[in-house]
């Protein structure tokens, strides 16, 4: 078991380094920071320029191994080097990663637990009309990209606000800075701020959720060890909430956690949109202005973000599953 | 629980004999069938096939291209002279938009096409050949699966420049093909114990053969839904990407750099953001609703009532 | 007739008792079509009662419906009445309470049917906690004791396992301590043992004995297999169509059977006890499609005593005696014929009424195939080279764990030094319960590659030491016939793509006429090359499967269990099409099955497999009528008999525990911690060999003959006809 687990680790552990180094030398090689100092009046002298560049580890001068190999060796040490205006990308991910975990992790709460109470009522009632009702309106949900999505969020917002004469929905950022109402006002503030970007986010995942829960609780809907519980004596309900959604819910709550991992820098056009300083508005600011480290640090924590939640469905399989538990 | 009638029907006409060496494979009519049976399914072929008219068909109809300017209106409404109003550059929605359309059409069947083909071959070989063909194959899935695509996309944007588009749904089709490759494979290592496939290798059949002439067709259902449902993901990972700058380039339009115009126009100018909004989300709805119909109509166990 | 009573059976029901359930007019619709169609029968306290029909005869259906457990698209007619309380429309609320504790059901797929994750304790104290006020700890220690009860070892420990580390005869196991956990009246058991090794099953249908006897339930026992109701059952109904054609008890029905249905289906059952000097008489065609049944008697395209008013309409049930019924115009005529011949003992009347109609020229069907398989029989004396042989042949497999983390527990010694040969023209046998390393052996075998251990010999050559041109040579003269026809079949493909790919694969042009010719051969017409394996009855597909391995004119065939996935009625056909092949082509065949009855109808020789080795081979003949080798004699003495007299009387072997797993091989004789001659028969001293030394296979008998056992001990014995033996 020891003996596995740590041989899967270092597979992983070569698939990280080994996409990260992809993603640093494509940046390193597509990205051009020196076009950064083109545009500053009065233009800096060509000196000072390589200077500042090579002070960053960003000089395209020096040969792509060479800085790589400065880069490699700083994110061996946990330093990820310096953003273009020169502080560390270290502080600056710590704090976004902070925002979109916050934001994820209720958009995911909401979707999935949405998604599974709405796939299991419809598949119980195969075919009635709450199924249709449900399979129509994911099928609509899922055909509108997160981009218009939010944008037809930020409309219906500003018309509601328009409306009522006052802003229940505020569209931009996670809190409204300099506030000064005490606590419950400052709560206040940052749930009106909260709502549209989870139902942003949460919307496609009940969307997802709910088929992916409508076909696996079909699934067993029709088991042999339904029709046992049944035979035992249990009504309906009981077989259906205590043997059959029990034993759906073990690959979609593998599912949940793969996710999980996947929207930490999934949820870039949320972020974006809303203005939430987040992860993913990190990552298409750092190619406007391209900051080589910056991105290669979002995609090496985007690797170990997979790997850890591919990790975690795996695990909580176990957890959840005797058969995969045990065996 | 009860037959559909056309299998029901089939049991009880009796095989005519056919003259020639092969007919049409009765199955392949059997899926047709039923694929068109299925409203929903009906449906979205009817929508998807009125897209395609009017993407490529419908800018004959208007007297404006999508690189011409009218300088006499800027962001008018809707009008006579122009259909779906005009933008604040000045060019006719309508032009503009299907010629959005038809990049984003293209651009979705030819990465959906590449990319689950890579997906049955690759995961077809890594299934079939045990060994350290199927750890290569799978470590490459595994590394582009760790790999952001989103990321790598925008990264290489400054390269799709004038004229690269086939680039850009190449790249685009290399980061769909993972997902699909692995379920491949694993239906493919049970494949290889099914024992036609054993009867197949015991025959003397050569395993590329064998790959070619029992695993992929039997995975073609498989293959086919999922070519579909490639489609939707390519044209909405196109449009996220032109929404950010990252994907087709000016002047050549895009479903996804026409959204972000529009967008930002939205609130005074309704007509700049809904209707491109509108007709991606129609398509892509379409497309999803074929895709879930042939995979009702693959299914020989589905009992989807008509 | 007097009642079926036996010293080990429950006093036979008395008709003064009132029916605990009582089914009336019967019918289940599925939309249009009807797949129960007027059942009526009714069960007393303590009362077996068999149904017994091919799949699609409607027979699990009704079960379901007694229980009120059909999905709602099912529309149920008549009456079905527990304890005179009438169920059908019943309210849900009132069933719950019923079901579990009045009635109560045994499934056939046992993994299936119990919740992967939750363990078999608490399935078993949910059922308890569902009709009874106790606590969880009083409902525990009552699942522990239904455990004990069933007979599975160590209760307390093995009630916190789940249900995928319990075997399948345990499952089964616990789903009877599950069904009579709330001491119910009447017990529904739905082909409770097919999933089960024979062995096993005996041992599961002596769980059920026990547990009618303990609990007083009446049982109504589903089956496809004539031979398992035959020892258990006092009544039989026979359900074909969705209808039940013959009603009667156990002898009535399986010595007077009277509709020309159960006459046909007890004469195509092969049987352990006769080898091929009876011939096997399929029944013509395939059962009808319940939504297209032929005009007047659904049995009438298929039946040999078919006439013109059979067509008119369906036959009711006629009372052709005190308590059988039988659904059949012409149930005189088939009276009539069987009384010709004189019933005198009870032991030979099965004999007598298979062979009766016979006689008197009512079945005058298919003599060629009956002389070519006579032929087959005397051509079977061994002669020449072997075209196969194996020596000491050995295959281990990782054993792997968890689906997530998988890594190497261990090594499966699936097939542990295997050694046989077959001559030109010989028919070998490996027969074995699941697990026994058989299948191993033959996919061995076919991969012609070099084995791990030991030499596999074929047409002369040493599989390790072929070139890929050789090996191509070789893969031309042996040809391969799975198990299961659908999925050897590649679905995509006609008939004529299937049967033709080996005379492709191997350059051989002008594919059209010879696929037309193999088509002929397997009694097929050449117009079905343009069909689909799909739109083929499961033995026509057998008949396609073996066309296809015919093509390339094969020395030597290989078998994997050919017949195993057919109905009785078609099996038969399937198994006298290889007879007559195997005479008229001299081919060899290495036939690996389960069933030992069906082996004795085709094989000359044979060898039993027991945990990867070879437990004992021989002339056919020769292992079954006096097997040496104790588990042999389990075995074939687990195997029941549809012929109720002799199986009552007869004296079962029983094998206790599960099959060692192959990973952990006893020490010395593998059979030993199962072997009943080493736990009753053997003396301490004696016992020091069988642990110590593995015995190799040595012949046996006093000239010493083909027959060969791997026992330190062994000795003759029948089991299979105790007339000659005990009593």
């Known amino acids: 078991m020891a003996g596995f687990l740590a041989r899967r680790l270092l597979n992983y552990v070569v698939l990280v380094a080994v996409a990260a180094s992809l993603a640093y030398m494509l940046a390193a090689t597509a990205l051009d920071p020196?076009?950064?100092?083109?545009?500053?009046?009065?233009?800096?002298?060509?000196?000072?320029?390589?200077?500042?560049?090579?002070?960053?580890?960003?000089?395209?001068?020096?040969?792509?191994?060479?800085?790589?190999?400065?880069?490699?060796?700083?994110?061996?040490?946990?330093?990820?080097?310096?953003?273009?205006?020169?502080?560390?990308?270290?502080?600056?991910?710590?704090?976004?990663?902070?925002?979109?975990?916050?934001?994820?992790?209720?958009?995911?709460?909401?979707?999935?637990?949405?998604?599974?109470?709405?796939?299991?009522?419809?598949?119980?009632?195969?075919?009635?009309?709450?199924?249709?009702?449900?399979?129509?309106?994911?099928?609509?949900?899922?055909?509108?990209?997160?981009?218009?999505?939010?944008?037809?969020?930020?409309?219906?917002?500003?018309?509601?606000?328009?409306?009522?004469?006052t802003q229940v929905f505020l569209v931009s950022g996670e809190y409204t800075g300099g506030l000064d109402t005490g606590f419950w006002g400052s709560v206040l503030d940052r749930i009106q701020h909260l709502v549209l970007p989870t139902v942003s986010l949460s919307l496609a995942l009940v969307a997802v959720f709910s088929r992916y829960q409508r076909n696996m609780m079909l699934d067993v809907l029709g088991a042999d060890f339904v029709r046992t519980a049944r035979a035992k004596g249990l009504s309906?309900?009981?077989?259906?909430?205590?043997?059959?959604?029990?034993?759906?819910?073990?690959?979609?709550?593998t599912y949940f956690a793969f996710t999980f991992g996947a929207l930490l820098t999934g949820a870039t056009f949320t972020e974006k949109i809303f203005g939430w300083h987040g992860l993913g508005e990190q990552l298409i600011n750092s190619i406007f202005t391209n900051d080589v480290n910056t991105v290669a640090a979002i995609a090496l924590l985007a690797a170990v973000a997979v790997l850890c939640a591919s990790l975690a469905s795996d695990l909580l399989h176990a957890a959840l599953d005797p058969r995969v538990r045990a065996g | 629980?009860?037959?559909?009638?056309?299998?029901?029907?089939?049991?009880?006409?009796?095989?005519?004999?056919?003259?020639?060496?092969?007919?049409?494979?009765?199955?392949?009519?059997?899926?047709?069938?039923?694929?068109?049976?299925?409203?929903?399914?009906?449906?979205?072929?009817?929508?998807?096939?009125?897209?395609?008219?009017?993407?490529?068909?419908?800018?004959?109809?208007?007297?404006?291209?999508?690189?011409?300017?009218?300088?006499?209106?800027?962001?008018?409404?809707?009008?006579?002279?122009?259909?779906?109003?005009?933008?604040?550059?000045?060019?006719?929605?309508?032009?503009?938009?299907?010629?959005?359309?038809?990049?984003?059409?293209?651009?979705?069947?030819?990465?959906?096409?590449?990319?689950?083909?890579?997906?049955?071959?690759?995961?077809?070989?890594?299934?079939?050949?045990?060994?350290?063909?199927?750890?290569?194959?799978?470590?490459?899935?595994?590394?582009?699966?760790?790999?952001?695509?989103?990321?790598?996309?925008?990264?290489?944007?400054?390269?799709?420049?004038?004229?690269?588009?086939?680039?850009?749904?190449?790249?685009?089709?290399?980061?769909?093909?993972?997902?699909?490759?692995?379920?491949?494979?694993?239906?493919?290592?049970?494949?290889?114990?099914?024992?036609?496939?054993?009867?197949?290798?015991?025959?003397?059949?050569?395993?590329?053969?064998?790959?070619?002439?029992?695993?992929?067709?039997?995975?073609?259902?498989?293959?086919?839904?999922?070519?579909?449902?490639?489609?939707?993901?390519?044209?909405?990972?196109?449009?996220?990407?032109?929404?950010?700058?990252?994907?087709?380039?000016?002047?050549?339009?895009?479903?996804?750099?026409?959204i972000a115009d529009g967008s930002k126009t939205a609130v005074y100018a309704p007509w700049t953001f809904w209707f491109v909004a509108g007709l991606l989300v129609?398509?892509?709805?379409?497309?999803?609703?074929?895709?879930?119909?042939?995979?009702?109509?693959?299914?020989?166990?589905?009992t989807r009532p008509r | 007739m007097t009642p079926a009573t036996t010293p080990e059976t429950a006093p036979a029901p008395t008709s003064a008792s009132a029916p605990v359930l009582d089914v009336r007019d019967l019918g289940v619709c599925f939309g249009d079509v009807p797949a129960v169609r007027g059942v009526s029968f009714e069960v007393r306290p303590g009362e077996v009662l068999g149904v017994v029909g091919e799949s699609g005869?409607?027979?699990?259906?009704?079960?379901?419906?007694?229980?009120?457990?059909?999905?709602?698209?099912?529309?149920?007619?008549?009456?079905?009445?527990?304890?005179?309380?009438?169920?059908?429309?019943?309210?849900?609320?009132?069933?719950?309470?019923?079901?579990?504790?009045?009635?109560?059901?045994?499934?056939?797929?046992?993994?299936?049917?119990?919740?992967?994750?939750?363990?078999?304790?608490d399935q078993i104290a949910e059922a308890v906690r569902v009709h009874q006020r106790v606590t969880k700890e009083q409902a525990m220690v009552k699942a522990v004791s239904l455990?004990?009860?069933?007979?599975?070892?160590?209760?307390?420990?093995?009630?916190?396992?789940?249900?995928?580390?319990?075997?399948?005869?345990?499952?089964?196991?616990?789903?009877?301590?599950?069904?009579?956990?709330?001491?119910?009246?009447?017990?529904?058991?739905?082909?409770?043992?097919?999933?089960?090794d024979v062995t096993i099953q005996a041992q599961v249908l002596e769980v059920?004995?026990?547990?009618?006897?303990?609990?007083?339930?009446?049982?109504?026992?589903?089956?496809?297999?004539?031979?398992?109701?035959?020892?258990?059952?006092?009544?039989?109904?026979?359900?074909?169509?969705?209808?039940?054609?013959?009603?009667?008890?156990?002898?009535?029905?399986?010595?007077?059977?009277?509709?020309?249905?159960?006459?046909?289906?007890?004469?195509?059952?092969?049987?352990?006890?006769?080898?091929?000097?009876?011939?096997?008489?399929?029944?013509?065609?395939?059962?009808?499609?319940?939504?297209?049944?032929?005009?007047?008697?659904?049995?009438?395209?298929?039946c040999p005593l078919h006439v013109g008013a059979c067509d008119e309409a369906e036959p009711p049930l006629f009372e052709t005696g005190p308590g059988h019924l039988a659904a059949c115009i012409r149930w005189e005529d088939e009276a009539a014929s069987q009384a010709e011949t004189a019933v005198s003992e009870t032991g030979t009347a099965a004999e007598e009424a298979g062979t009766a109609a016979e006689e008197a020229g009512t079945r005058p069907r298919a003599p060629a195939e009956a002389g070519e398989a006579e032929e087959a029989k005397e051509a079977a004396v061994p002669r020449g080279e072997p075209v196969l042989r194996v020596e000491g042949l050995v295959k281990d497999y990782p054993l792997l764990r968890g689906a997530v983390f998988k890594r190497r527990v261990g090594t499966v010694h699936a097939v542990a030094g295997v050694s046989f040969a077959i001559r030109e023209g010989e028919t070998l046998g490996l027969v074995g319960e699941s697990g026994c390393g058989k299948t191993t052996t033959l996919l061995e075998i076919l991969e012609l590659a070099r084995p791990q251990r030991g030499r596999v010999v074929v047409f002369g050559h040493d599989t390790a030491r072929l070139g890929p041109a050789e090996r191509m040579a070789i893969r031309r003269d042996m040809q391969v016939v799975f198990q299961d026809p659908l999925a050897s079949l590649d679905p995509r493909m006609t008939v004529h793509d299937v049967v033709a790919e080996p005379l492709r694969t191997h350059g051989l042009g002008d594919t059209g006429r010879r696929v037309a010719e193999l088509l002929t051969l397997v009694g097929l017409e050449p117009e079905h090359a343009e069909r689909?394996?799909?739109?083929?009855?499961?033995?026509?597909?057998?008949?396609?499967?073996?066309?296809?391995?015919?093509?390339?004119?094969?020395?030597?065939?290989?078998?994997?269990?050919?017949?195993?996935?057919?109905?009785?009625?078609?099996?038969?056909?399937?198994?006298?099409?290889?007879?007559?092949?195997?005479?008229?082509l001299g081919l060899s065949y290495l036939f690996v099955a389960h069933d030992l009855a069906v082996v004795r109808h085709i094989a000359d020789r044979v060898a039993v497999m027991y945990l990867g080795r070879i437990a004992e081979i021989g002339s056919v003949d020769a292992v079954y009528d006096a097997p040496a080798h104790p588990y042999t004699q389990a075995l074939l003495s687990a195997i029941p008999l549809p012929d109720p007299a002799r199986e009552r009387s007869r004296r079962r072997i029983l094998l206790e525990g599960d099959l060692p797993s192959p990973a952990h091989p006893p020490s010395g004789c593998r059979f030993r911690t199962r072997c009943p001659k080493f736990r009753t028969v053997l003396t301490e001293d004696e016992r020091v060999l069988c642990v110590e030394a593995e015995p190799d296979v040595l012949p046996v008998g006093e000239p010493a003959g083909d027959q060969g056992a791997a026992c330190h001990y062994a000795e003759k014995l029948d089991v299979v006809q105790p007339r000659r033996n005990s009593r």
Not at chain 2, 286 to 296: E, K, T
Request: hydrophobic share 50%; aromatic share 8%; proline share 7%.
């Open chain 2, 282 to 302: 129609v398509t892509v709805l379409a497309v999803n609703l074929v895709g879930d119909a042939l995979r009702d109509a693959f299914d020989p166990t589905s």
């Open chain 1, 34 to 165: 020196r076009s950064n100092y083109a545009d500053r009046t009065p233009k800096p002298p060509p000196a000072v320029i390589d200077a500042q560049l090579t002070a960053l580890n960003l000089n395209d001068r020096v040969p792509l191994l060479e800085r790589y190999a400065v880069w490699a060796g700083g994110v061996l040490h946990g330093d990820l080097g310096k953003n273009v205006t020169g502080s560390p990308v270290n502080d600056d991910i710590a704090r976004r990663a902070g925002v979109t975990f916050r934001l994820v992790l209720l958009g995911m709460i909401v979707g999935s637990v949405g998604g599974v109470l709405l796939g299991a009522l419809a598949a119980v009632r195969q075919y009635g009309w709450f199924d249709r009702v449900s399979t129509g309106l994911s099928f609509a949900v899922l055909a509108v990209p997160v981009v218009v999505l939010a944008n037809m969020l930020i409309l219906f917002a500003t018309w509601v606000n328009d409306r009522l004469g």
């Open chain 3, 147 to 196: 455990l004990d009860l069933v007979g599975i070892p160590h209760p307390a420990e093995r009630a916190l396992a789940f249900p995928h580390e319990f075997s399948g005869g345990m499952r089964q196991r616990a789903m009877i301590a599950m069904a009579i956990a709330n001491d119910p009246d009447l017990v529904i058991c739905d082909e409770p043992t097919t999933a089960l």
């Open chain 3, 532 to 584: 689909y394996p799909q739109d083929f009855s499961g033995g026509q597909r057998q008949r396609i499967g073996i066309a296809r391995a015919l093509a390339l004119e094969p020395r030597l065939l290989v078998l994997d269990e050919p017949v195993s996935a057919l109905d009785v009625s078609i099996q038969a056909g399937v198994i006298n099409l290889l007879a007559s092949l195997k005479a008229r």
């Open chain 2, 1 to 258: 629980m009860t037959l559909p009638e056309e299998e029901v029907a089939e049991e009880l006409t009796p095989g005519v004999p056919g003259r020639g060496p092969r007919r049409a494979p009765s199955r392949g009519r059997v899926v047709v069938r039923r694929f068109l049976r299925s409203r929903q399914g009906a449906a979205g072929l009817a929508v998807l096939v009125v897209m395609f008219l009017l993407a490529f068909a419908g800018p004959l109809l208007s007297p404006w291209s999508y690189t011409d300017r009218d300088f006499t209106a800027f962001l008018q409404p809707p009008s006579a002279s122009h259909w779906f109003g005009t933008l604040q550059t000045g060019a006719d929605v309508y032009a503009v938009t299907l010629r959005g359309m038809q990049k984003s059409l293209i651009v979705g069947l030819l990465a959906a096409l590449v990319s689950t083909a890579l997906a049955a071959l690759v995961g077809a070989f890594a299934g079939y050949f045990p060994g350290w063909a199927d750890r290569t194959l799978t470590w490459l899935t595994d590394l582009l699966l760790v790999l952001p695509a989103f990321l790598i996309l925008a990264i290489m944007s400054p390269v799709f420049g004038e004229g690269t588009w086939a680039l850009f749904v190449l790249m685009l089709s290399l980061f769909l093909w993972m997902v699909t490759s692995k379920i491949v494979r694993s239906m493919t290592v049970s494949l290889k114990r099914r024992e036609f496939i054993q009867a197949a290798r015991f025959m003397g059949v050569r395993p590329v053969t064998i790959i070619f002439r029992h695993v992929l067709p039997n995975l073609s259902s498989l293959l086919i839904v999922d070519a579909t449902l490639n489609v939707s993901a390519a044209i909405l990972t196109e449009t996220s990407l032109s929404y950010f700058g990252f994907g087709i380039q000016p002047p050549d339009v895009s479903f996804g750099t026409l």
């Open chain 1, 236 to 253: 309906r309900r009981a077989a259906l909430t205590r043997h059959a959604l029990r034993t759906a819910l073990v690959p979609v709550m």
């Open chain 3, 57 to 121: 005869s409607g027979k699990s259906v009704t079960a379901s419906a007694i229980m009120g457990l059909l999905p709602s698209s099912a529309r149920v007619s008549g009456s079905v009445r527990l304890h005179g309380r009438e169920l059908v429309g019943a309210r849900d609320k009132e069933l719950n309470a019923l079901r579990g504790r009045a009635m109560s059901m045994v499934f056939q797929d046992p993994l299936s049917a119990l919740t992967p994750v939750y363990r078999v304790g």
């Open chain 3, 208 to 302: 059920l004995k026990k547990a009618r006897d303990e609990t007083g339930a009446a049982i109504i026992m589903i089956t496809h297999d004539l031979g398992v109701v035959a020892g258990l059952a006092d009544r039989v109904l026979v359900m074909y169509a969705g209808r039940p054609v013959e009603v009667g008890t156990v002898d009535d029905v399986y010595y007077r059977p009277r509709m020309p249905y159960t006459v046909g289906l007890l004469r195509s059952i092969p049987r352990v006890d006769r080898g091929a000097q009876r011939r096997l008489e399929p029944i013509e065609g395939s059962p009808p499609s319940p939504a297209a049944l032929p005009p007047g008697c659904p049995f009438g395209p298929r």
